[in-house]
C-alpha cells in the first residue's frame, strides 16, 4: 500500500495492528513549527509569519524547511528569516536542539544534522 502523492517512510513499531507512516510534509511542519517557537525567529524563509500561521493552518511552515530521510535517519536544512538584535549563533544553536527534539519525540525518527541558513535579517516595526 505505497502511497504514490506523498513520499512517506515507514516507522518502525512494535503494534502489529498495521504499518504506520509518515509524510516527509508531516516532519518538515514539526520542524517549522519548532523553529519558529524560538525567540530570536521571525519566520520560516518564504513563509508567512506567526501571526498569519493560525489564520492559514500549517501547510505553509514546511516552507523553507527541507527534509531528507534514509531509513529512519532525518536530515534537515532550514532557512530562516531571525530578528535583528538576537545573536546568529545562540539562536542558531536553540532552533537546532528544538528542532531535533521535536522531531525525535513526535516521530521516533533519529535527526543526523539540522542545518540552518540565516537568509534574511528583520528589523522589528515599532
Do not use: C
Request: proline share 1%; glycine share 8%.
Amino acid at each position: 500500500m505505497e502511497n504514490t502523492e506523498l513520499h512517506t517512510h515507514k516507522l518502525e513499531n512494535e503494534e502489529k495492528f498495521g504499518e504506520v507512516r509518515i509524510a516527509d510534509e508531516v516532519v518538515a511542519i514539526i520542524a517549522g513549527l519548532a523553529a519558529s517557537e524560538v525567540d530570536g525567529v521571525a519566520s520560516m524563509a518564504g513563509n508567512v509569519t506567526r501571526d498569519l500561521i493560525a489564520k492559514l493552518g500549517t501547510k505553509g511552515l514546511s516552507k523553507g524547511v527541507k527534509i531528507t530521510m534514509d531509513e529512519n535517519t532525518v536530515h534537515v536544512a532550514l532557512a530562516i528569516n531571525i530578528h535583528y538584535g538576537y545573536s546568529v549563533p545562540a539562536t542558531s544553536s536553540k532552533i537546532q536542539e528544538k528542532v531535533k527534539t521535536a522531531i525525535e519525540t513526535m516521530t521516533g525518527l533519529e535527526v543526523a544534522e539540522v542545518n540552518i541558513k540565516i537568509v534574511n535579517v528583520l528589523m522589528d516595526k515599532n
